[in-house]
Nanobody, 117 residues
Framework: QVQLVESGGGLVQPGGSLRLSCVVSGSGFSIYDMSWHRQAPGKQRNFLAVITSGGSTNYADSVKGRFTISRDNAKNTVYLQMNDLKPEDTAVYYC???????????WGQGTQVTVSS
């Protein structure tokens, strides 16, 4: 069973930066689209960014220009570089490996990001 393990969250001041990592167990990492999502307390989980198996990226308007998604297929890892963080970015951040019609999608356990002075 695939496992996704996020890391890199923490407390940061407004205007600061963090880089989240998500390591995916198992083989075949490179063939899957990977994405990041977040969920603030009392709110639904929202899409942030996706990187396809081919390396194309797309972002939610709320983070475009501030967040960058990338992947290292040799390390089975997807990253989310977050710059110019704002208090409204406070949430639990999740990575997601998309399904491929045979294998279902899978979520990580999440990592907390808190933006506060």
């Amino acid at each position: 069973q695939v496992q996704l393990v996020e890391s890199g969250g923490g407390l940061v001041q407004p205007g600061g930066s963090l880089r989240l990592s998500c390591v995916v167990s198992g083989s075949g990492f490179s063939i899957y689209d990977m994405s990041w999502h977040r969920q603030a307390p009392g709110k639904q989980r929202n899409f942030l960014a996706v990187i396809t198996s081919g390396g194309s990226t797309n972002y939610a308007d709320s983070v475009k220009g501030r967040f960058t998604i990338s992947r290292d297929n040799a390390k089975n890892t997807v990253y989310l570089q977050m710059n110019d963080l704002k208090p409204e970015d406070t949430a639990v951040y999740y990575c997601y490996r998309a399904g491929n019609g045979i294998t279902p999608g899978s979520w990580g356990q999440g990592t907390q990001v808190t933006v506060s002075s």
